[in-house]
């Protein structure tokens, strides 16, 4: 490291934290200013609306807008580095293009370490007091609108409920099922199901439970019966934005849940999952992709090349959640949605390296 990197490596993480700040506080003003009635309306306490909700707001989107805000972060920073000709002393000095990248991506690596364990570990948690927030004084009240709930709860074991009252935590017309192979082992039937939160357990309603053995079948009535089940509340509970409040290994773990059950919507958890992983190499290419743009001194100024900038970093947004859309639907395989815009955005650099002029 020597004295050109550590001066290039301070103003480009002070201009990055500069432009961070401002887009959030902006973010943030709109944002009031478009749920200050529901702040009325539901009588949200001054305290929690600034601790619970902005004061966890504030890293999430910090973190969202990580990737672009580098990139005008990089233009900004370059451009005005080559307008006053540094850029080219630097360069005539004996310095080579490549050599110039290093501070520059030393410094988004940085960025790219911090924030994989930002959105891994620690946003995650600020993200469940955030969304737990937004559901009470926000949205309206949740209810669930499933009907004929299929389940599988454990191998060979498959449950069933007609429909689900998430407010009294009461499933009604309730079957539990173990088949092994193709033959029906035990069925047991109740008119409803409720959630005894004391006991944390299932308390089964005016059941029956009939049992097969070879020819012989045994029919077992009953009143009421408690029972444990690998399924909870909480999965009928609202899925709003869930997959942002999961750590790493709670999405692994939600993730096999949802596959072992042969439910719906896995690929919005992978996506999430995958996302992850590609945003800090997504910090690291627009960054080497911001500098080889704005390196070279132009006519137009500053302001062009800050422009031309923003063009590029939202024309990245708009081509992942493109892709990112087409995965929801099922059309494309989740990974690839992720890493498409990484793998294409990566090929312009190269490009942009090859026949830019410096």
Request: glycine share 6%.
């Amino acid at each position: 490291m020597k004295l050109l990197d550590w001066y290039i490596l301070k103003r480009f993480l002070l201009t990055y934290i500069f432009v961070v700040l401002v887009i959030v506080l902006v973010v943030v003003m709109i944002d009031y200013t478009e749920k200050v009635d529901n702040f009325h309306k539901n009588s949200a306490p001054g305290d929690k609306i600034l601790f619970d909700y902005y004061l966890n707001f504030i890293p999430y989107w910090a973190n969202y807008i990580s990737p672009l805000m580098v990139f005008i972060a990089t233009v900004f920073l370059t451009s005005r580095l080559a307008a006053r000709t540094e850029i080219i002393a630097i360069l005539s000095s004996g310095v080579s293009f490549i050599r110039l990248l290093f501070p520059y991506v030393l410094g988004a690596s940085v960025l790219a370490v911090v924030t994989y364990f930002l959105v891994n570990y620690i946003i995650p948690q600020a993200n469940k007091t955030r969304i737990a927030f937004e559901v009470k004084y926000i949205n309206d009240a949740y209810t669930y609108s499933g009907r004929n709930v299929h389940l599988t709860i454990a191998p060979n074991t498959y449950a069933y409920m007609e429909s689900y009252n998430n407010l009294s935590n009461t499933g009604y017309k309730f079957t539990l099922e173990r088949i092994e192979g193709n033959l029906l082992k035990q069925k047991l039937s109740a008119d409803r199901i409720e959630w005894d939160a004391k006991k944390k357990k299932w308390a089964v309603y005016d059941y029956k439970i009939r049992t097969i053995d070879g020819l012989r079948e045994t029919l077992t009535p009953g009143i009421r019966l408690d029972t444990t089940l690998n399924m909870k509340p909480d999965d009928f509970g609202s899925d709003f934005n869930l997959y942002e409040t999961f750590t790493r290994p709670e999405l692994n773990k939600h993730i096999d849940l949802l596959r072992s059950r042969g439910a719906d919507g896995v690929e919005m958890y992978l996506l999430e999952k995958y996302s992850r992983d590609t945003r800090p190499f997504a910090i690291i290419i627009l960054t080497v992709i911001g500098v080889i743009m704005s390196a070279r001194k132009s006519r137009r100024g500053v302001g062009w090349q800050v422009a031309l900038g923003f063009m590029l970093a939202f024309t990245y947004l708009l081509f992942f959640m493109l892709a990112k859309g087409i995965a929801e639907s099922g059309n494309l395989n989740p990974i690839v949605a992720v890493w498409l815009p990484n793998v294409i955005f990566a090929g312009i650099g190269v490009l942009l390296y090859n026949t830019i002029p410096r």
